[in-house]
């Protein structure tokens, strides 16, 4: 074989290479200039009737009440937003930002409705001044586990009850996590009796707020953000928040001594993915469908991570902290859960919506609490059993 014969295969490769490289950055580039244009145009065209031309391109806002990329809550609406990317083929984009960084994260809610984002991530019971009935689709004092929240929001009625009480604010809701059982909080003093929580300013948003204010502490609701700094300084006494793998990441082991269980007052909360209708309604179905799937992988993502991460951080507090771990007394539970129970019945007569939403959520409550009796609980004990 000649030297030419050798060389020229090897040659009508590179140039080919050459040429289908050359072809490739045209067909990028043009891509990502249609999708830059596509995005300008469905910017703008939120609260317009959308098409369905599968070949349009959207470019979504997401705010939320996390500090960005905060663990768990705020990687989850990352996780959706990479998922809703990568099954649409990148046809939907949503960026996500955290608190502050367009809206302060208690306004997550009025700035999704008033369409200034087109989704938000954040807790239904944040909004109970505006809405009585959230906190059910968040958490409930001695409620739901995450397992219960989840069969009564997708198989109990729970959606759709709740789709009917965010309708009048131009908002779709999804279940957007789980963080699981949290932590009761953190105190720097002992809690043997109902005594002890009385004259407290204890951070605990939603109804297990509300029912510590009734056992004689004071709540107050602020962001994540605050927290350390509120603790260190005694702006607040105590404070709650998630369980040992976001508390730790607060640094909130650093600022107060006891590390009190069980969450009595959020057993199972559900986080919030809000969608303005106007804008969910100029995506095509496809898009649309991707939403919502999306959302539910998000809502079990969350809990699966809290589940392993929790349990790992556990051990990194019990081994390398002094932070003493103490189970609330049953007189205390017990007492707060009277309080709750009462709490319940009388919030329920604020409104016929109140009172339809409560009423889905306790007969779901009753009959699958009689179940787990006999499953989760029953299991749970026997594998304890020595
Ligand atoms: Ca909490």
């Known amino acids: 074989m000649t030297k030419n014969k050798n060389y020229s295969p090897a040659i009508i490769l590179v140039l080919l290479a050459a040429l289908v490289s050359v072809s490739w950055l045209y067909v990028i580039e043009k891509d990502s200039s249609a999708k830059e244009r596509n995005n300008t145009e469905n910017v703008s065209a939120v609260g317009s009737e959308g098409n369905s031309n599968s070949e349009q391109h959207f470019a979504w806002k997401m705010v939320t009440s996390w500090p960005k990329n905060f663990p768990g809550l705020g990687t989850a609406p990352e996780h959706f937003a990479q998922a809703v990317e990568a099954m649409s083929d990148g046809r939907l984009t949503i960026r996500v930002y955290g608190a502050g960084e367009i809206v302060p994260a208690m306004e997550v809610f009025s700035a999704v409705s008033q369409g200034t984002a087109e989704m938000g991530h954040s807790g239904a019971y944040y909004w109970k001044g505006k809405i009585p009935s959230s906190p059910f689709f968040t958490a409930v004092p001695f ?3 995450a397992i219960e929240q989840n ?15 965010y309708e009048p604010f131009n908002l779709i809701p999804l279940a957007g996590g789980n963080t699981g059982v949290q932590m009761a909080g953190w105190f720097n003093k002992e809690i043997n009796s109902l005594e002890d929580l009385k004259g407290l300013k204890m951070r605990i948003p939603g109804l297990g707020g509300e029912v510590f204010s009734r056992a004689g502490g004071t709540a107050v609701t602020m962001p994540g953000g605050e927290l350390y700094t509120s603790l260190q ?17 607060l640094g909130l082991h ?17 986080l919030e993915l809000v969608i303005n209708k106007d804008a969910f309604a100029t995506l095509p179905k496809d898009l649309q469908t991707i939403v919502e799937i999306a959302a539910r992988y998000a809502n079990q993502d969350m809990l699966d991570e809290y589940t392993a991460r929790n349990s790992s951080s556990l051990i990194d507090l019990e081994k390398n902290y002094d932070t003493k771990i103490m189970k609330l007394p049953d007189d205390v539970i017990r007492e707060l859960k009277s309080i709750s129970e009462e709490y319940l019945e009388e919030l329920a007569g604020q409104d016929e919506l109140t009172a339809k939403v409560y009423k889905s959520w306790k ?23 020595e």
């Open 151 to 165: 069969g009564w929001l997708y198989y109990g009625g729970g959606l759709e009850l709740w789709r009917e009480v």
């Open 143 to 145: 409620g739901l586990t």
């Open 254 to 270: 650093e600022v107060a001594k006891y590390y009190y269980y069980p969450g009595w007052h959020e057993p199972g909360p559900s």
């Open 233 to 249: 300084t005694g702006l607040i006494d105590a404070t709650e928040w998630v369980a040992p793998y976001n508390d730790m990441a």
């Open 363 to 385: 007969a779901y409550a009753d009959s699958v609490r009689d179940y787990h009796h006999i499953s989760e609980q029953a299991y749970i004990n026997a594998r304890d059993l």
